[in-house]
C-alpha cells in the first residue's frame, strides 16, 4: 500500500478533487492524506471518502508541507501550486529528507500554460494572433530557458531542479494545463475558470468582451483529460518505473486536446446565451484594456489577451497518454446554462 499526499486545496479544488475522485475508485487500497484550508472542506471530503485523512492548514505552513512529503510515497501537489516558491521548497526538503534510493518519492507538480505567453507580456502584446506553437518535446529547451520572470517559471525551475539533486531519490514531473474546462468530479469545487468568468461576464453584462483585436488563442484541455494524464504518472510511480526521460531535469509536460480564439469565443457564448434565452437583448462588443479588464472580469481575463499555444507530445509520446475528453466547441453550451443556473442561485 502507497502514501498519497495531495497537498494544499488540491483535494477541495477544481483539478485536485477530479484526481482525487478517480485515485479512489481505481485504487481505494491506498492511503490518502490531503492538506485543505477549512474545516468546512475537509467535512466535505470525508462525508464522501471517510477513508481518506484530512489535515487542516495551507501552503504557508512548511514545516507540515515537509512532514507530509516525508512520509508519502507520491506527491501530488495542485491548486496555488504554480507560484508558491516556499511551498514547493518545503515539498523539496522533506521529500529528500524522508525518502532514499531504496524508497524514492514521487512528485508531480502542478503548474499552468500560463508560461508560454511569454511573448506576449514581453512585447506588451494583447489580443493579437501568433503563430508561435510551442512543442514540449520539440522545444523543451526553449520552453526551460524562458527567464525567471515569466509566468510561474520561478516555481517550475525550483520543482525541476530539486529532482537533480538526488534523481534516485526524487523524481519530479510539471504538468501545466492549459485552458481547463468541464465539470469536475471533486466532492467541494467542479468548477473552472477562464471560460467560466468570461461566460459570467457575459450573462452580467450583455456584453461581449474583446482585448486589442480579441484575436489571441489558447490551447485547451478537458478536466477529465488533466485527471488522466495524472493516472499515467500515478501508474508509473505506483511500478516504480521511468527513468530520466519521463522524470527529470527536462520533465515539463504541457497539457492540450485542442484550441480556440478568445474573441470567437466570447461571439459564440453571447449566440448561445441569446438563443437560450438567458439574455434578452443581442449582446454588444466592448473594447477592453488589459487593466479595465481584470478589474471588471477579474486576474482571469488576463488569458483573453494572450496567445498561449502548444502541443503536448512529450506526455503522447514517453507515456501513450491521449486526452479524449469532449471538445471545449461542444462543452460550451452546457457551460453557459451552468453559469446562468449559478447567477439565479445567488
Known sequence: MKSVFISSTGASGYIGGDILSELIAKYPDHSYRVLVRSQESG?????VYPGVSVIQGDLDNSELLTGESARADIIIHTADAADHLPAARAIAKGAIQGHSPDRPVYWLHTSGAGLLSFHDTENKIYGERSEIIYDDLRDIQEILSFPDHAFHKVVDKAVLKAGTVSPTTLRTAVIAPTTVY???RGPCYQRSRQVYEMSKFILENSQIPIIGKGQAIGSNIHIHSVTSLFMHFFEVALRGEGDGTIWGPEAYYLVEEGEHCWGEMAHSIGEIALERGFLKIQPKEI???????????GFEATSWAYNMRCRASRARSLLGWQPRGPS???????IVHEEFERLKGK
Not at 473594447?287 to 472580469?297: I, P, Y
Not at 471545449?328 to 452546457?334: A, I, K, S
Open 182 to 184: 468541464g465539470k469536475g
Open 328 to 334: 471545449l466547441e461542444d462543452e460550451l453550451p452546457g
Open 287 to 297: 473594447a477592453l484594456e488589459m487593466d479595465s479588464a481584470q478589474e471588471l472580469a
Open 43 to 47: 467535512q466535505k471530503i470525508q462525508k
